[in-house]
């Protein structure tokens, strides 16, 4: 059975106080929280086995690999990738995305095209922007309905033989917008393009099954999966893999010799020059264990539960537009009030204990598209509770009568 409260007591930090008020954590899509089990593996990493790598015969050094590569095979196993090595450990998904941008220089030719959507964090829209720049290539962009969902028609007539790559987030991270990535996959194969799936939005949320998606790359980032900051993972068909360039260690810069005979030589090391966050992966792995204990499933309901009620209680207050109204979406609100600047709600009900994110989200495309300077945002995850969300709302009352 799902029991919030037992699961709340996995998190440190969700008994602190801000401002003197309990700490109610709405800020998941920006980082979720971490559970003393990934905590500690940590401290016992640093405590028991700190060693480097898949380098040393000692016993430290092959106790600290071992449990690496078991991360890595954790991944796989979570995200059913075929095989491990398919799985390249990165920073994050900013990494991923550069990883591949990067490796497609050497693939697109001028006149290829590549088709990001609308509904991109924007500093993940720089990559492809530069990739284009370096080969002449064209930046192609699906646009978004008023409903916060991309508009699949004309997805269609973007498409041609020149789409040579599809980049597209699972979840939008503005408005929670659940995209239909398997359509897009499918039909980018249709003419021939590889699809690359930003899943750091989804991942909190939903259990991807790479196989079953077809897609060529999927990549994310571990601290919105309860996981550390500074690591991620990007899956890649192997074919896909074995055909893209190596991305760190500067190319040119490596001779040829070492190149071969090193760390490049096979997947997935090819792709993990110099040391990685070892620690950090092996909590990573931890973080998914404890994910699937509770159960995807179980979470999903759960903050389904969580998003209808909120959304719910929202509409109940008078001036409020929320931004993102598809039927499919993740645990994410995006509102304003009417003339009343986000930032100045967020920092009212910062004093109350809330955190919220202000801003743009660092989707400006999609705050462009609805005109407004940004939204606030509150993003809910799994540890997250109905009387939280009551005491988000009487904030956000307080806050509304002293502004307006
Ligand atoms: C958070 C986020 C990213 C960036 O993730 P990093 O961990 O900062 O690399 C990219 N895309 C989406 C949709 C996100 O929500």
Same mark, same amino acid.
């Given at each position: 059975m799902f029991d919030v409260e037992k699961i709340r007591?996995?998190? =440190?930090?969700?008994?602190? $106080?801000?401002?003197?008020? =309990?700490?109610?954590?709405?800020?998941?899509?920006?980082?979720?929280?971490?559970?003393?089990?990934?905590? $500690?593996?940590?401290?016992?990493y640093y405590s028991n086995y700190n060693a480097n790598i898949h380098r040393g015969v000692h016993t430290l050094s092959q106790e600290a690999t071992n449990a690496f590569e078991k991360a890595r095979q954790k991944i796989q196993k979570h995200f059913n990738a075929k095989e491990s090595y398919e799985i390249i450990l990165t920073s994050g998904t900013?990494?991923?995305?550069?990883?591949?941008?990067?490796?497609f220089s050497s693939i697109l030719e001028k006149g290829d095209e590549i088709i990001v959507s609308a509904l991109e964090h924007h500093s993940n829209i720089v990559p492809w922007q530069m990739l284009c720049e370096k080969t002449g290539a064209l930046l192609k962009v699906i646009p978004m309905t008023p409903k916060g969902e991309l508009d699949i028609t004309a997805y269609d007539e973007l498409l041609s033989s020149n789409t040579k790559l599809v980049f597209v987030n699972h979840v939008s991270n503005a408005l929670g917008t659940i995209n239909p990535i398997k359509e897009i996959i499918d039909k980018a194969h249709q003419y021939g393009a590889a699809v690359l799936i930003d899943g750091a939005q989804a991942t909190p949320h939903i259990k991807p099954d790479v196989q079953e998606l077809d897609c060529e790359f999927y990549t994310c980032s571990a601290h919105k999966i309860c996981g550390p900051t500074g690591v991620g993972m990007i899956y890649g068909k192997e074919e896909w893999l074995n055909k893209l360039p190596p991305y760190q260690g500067g190319g040119e810069m490596i001779s040829e010799v070492t190149f071969e005979k090193t760390t490049y030589a096979d997947l997935p090391h090819k792709f993990e020059a110099g040391t990685p966050n070892i620690a950090g992966v092996i909590a990573f792995g931890v973080a998914l264990d404890y994910m699937n204990q509770i159960g995807f499933d179980q979470i999903e309901s759960y903050e389904q539960e969580l998003l209808k009620y909120a959304t719910k209680k929202l509409l109940e207050i008078d001036d409020i537009v929320i931004y993102g109204t598809s039927e499919n979406k993740a645990a994410v609100i995006s509102f304003n009030f009417e003339g009343i600047h986000p930032y100045d709600?967020?920092?009212?009900?910062?004093?109350?204990?809330?955190?919220?994110?202000?801003?743009?989200?660092?989707?400006? =495309?999609?705050?462009?598209?609805?005109?407004? =300077?940004g939204t606030i945002r509150a993003s809910f995850a799994f540890y997250n509770t109905k009387k939280e969300i009551d005491h988000f709302i009487e904030a956000l009352l307080r806050a509304k009568a002293m502004l307006s």
């Open positions: 007591k996995d998190f =440190p930090i969700l008994n602190r $106080e801000v401002n003197g008020k =309990p700490l109610v954590y709405f800020d998941n899509a920006a980082t979720s929280q971490t559970p003393i089990a990934v905590i $500690e593996s940590i401290v016992d900013t990494h991923g995305i550069n990883l591949v941008a990067s490796g709600i967020g920092s009212i009900i910062d004093k109350l204990g809330i955190a919220v994110r202000t801003g743009h989200h660092c989707a400006q =495309p999609i705050m462009d598209y609805y005109k407004i =300077p």
